[in-house]
């Protein structure tokens, strides 16, 4: 990851940057509220007017929301005023109007009201000079309110990264095109731009090649003259047919990774050229999609200026028993259940690294050691890849 440094910044109009990395942190120029005002609708008083007995205080005007009290409340008196309108000077409480009797000309209170009482204080929310939000988080809808009241109409944030995606493979029929007898269609295409676009980046398509060197390296080429980044997948293990390798190198990539330990996945390249990092992801279309999950995801968040670049982690009690035999180190999808004791998880049904309906049926991915079963009512470490509600299976 240290090879992976933060892409440029732009500035943007505070709607599109809804979902982009904050680059710069907000000060807000004013204090909000400007100034005190009252949270109800009712009568503006001087708490020290009040006490054990009623007191009869005099109305002696009205504020909306949007009008300024025409002068400051003096001993025994008392102003109509409404939900947001400014508090005149003088007074520091508000009467709700349901807690009161009143006839236009005066205004009945009873027992002692506390100062402070319905009134929301200059700058509760927002002083002058406050940093609201840091670089380096994502912005929400909560952020671009928060923007809109502080008066920025436009934000800096960081760009997103364009990411190239190539497929590999003799056998690939793209969508729209008849499969040939021997044919299967493309999936990884478009999962992977998928995943580009849940990640924050914008995809490039760059099509299926054929198992040709010459046609691979053509592609890879367009790939980083169009791109930030470049992921393949297939054609990355060690058949005869296995040339991504190879053109990579011959591309002028540096290649720093081949093979990790991991189920599904093991094959996957990670290289650069130039500063733009290339992966080379398996061609089974889960193991692409775990491979990208765990490798290209983060990376691409570090590139969009994310400060926390992976998913959240929940432990969770497996429900059932989650086998992870062999040697290498198990990404097992499941779903997840909350109950009263935390989350409960269970294998979406089949592993394979080509059935890509466990990836569909997943909430997670189960973290568990080589030649390891986790039994049931066991706590697992899950990857959390997507937001948990409730779902129809
Ligand atoms: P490979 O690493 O090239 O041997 O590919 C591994 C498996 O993934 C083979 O069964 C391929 O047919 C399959 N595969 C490769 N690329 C894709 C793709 N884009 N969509 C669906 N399946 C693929
Ligand atoms: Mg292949």
Known sequence: MKRIAPLSVERVEIMAALGRVLAEPIVSRTTIPPWANSSMDGYA?????????????????????????????????????????????????????????????????????????????????????????????????????????????????????????????????????????????NTNTYSLMAQVIEAGGEPVNLGVAPDQLEAIIERVRWGLSAADVLVSSAGVSVGELDLVREALARSGAELHLWQVSMRPGKP????????????????????????????VRPALRKMEGAEVIDR???????????????????????????????????????????ILRSMVLADGLAVVAPDTTIAAGEVVDVIVLRALEPRSR
């Open 45 to 185: 008083v001087r708490a020290e007017d009040t006490g054990r007995e009623s007191v009869e205080l005099a109305v002696v005007g009205r504020i909306i929301a949007g009008a300024m009290p025409s002068r400051a409340l003096r001993a025994g008196e008392s102003m109509r005023i409404f939900t947001g309108a400014p508090l005149p000077e003088g007074a520091d409480a508000v009467v709700p109007q349901e807690d009161v009797a009143a006839d236009g000309q005066r205004v009945t209170v009873r027992g002692r009201i506390a100062p402070g009482a319905y009134v929301r204080p200059a700058g509760e929310d927002v002083r002058a000079g406050d940093v609201v939000v840091t670089p380096g988080g994502t912005i929400g809808a909560a952020e671009v309110g928060l923007l809109a009241t502080l008066g920025y109409s436009q934000v800096q944030v960081y760009r997103r990264p364009r990411v190239a995606i190539l497929s590999t493979g003799n056998e690939l029929a793209d969508l729209g095109t008849q499969p040939g007898p021997a044919q299967i269609p």
């Open 268 to 295: 996957i390249t990670f290289g650069t050229r130039e500063g733009r990092p290339i992966f080379g992801l398996p061609g089974n279309p889960v193991s692409a999609m775990v491979t990208f999950e765990l490798f």
């Open 312 to 354: 959240p982690r929940v432990r969770a009690r497996a429900l059932e028993p989650i086998p992870n035999p062999g040697s290498r180190r198990g990404y097992l999808r499941v779903t997840l259940t909350a109950d009263a004791q935390g989350y409960g998880a269970r294998l979406t049904g089949d592993q394979g690294s080509a």
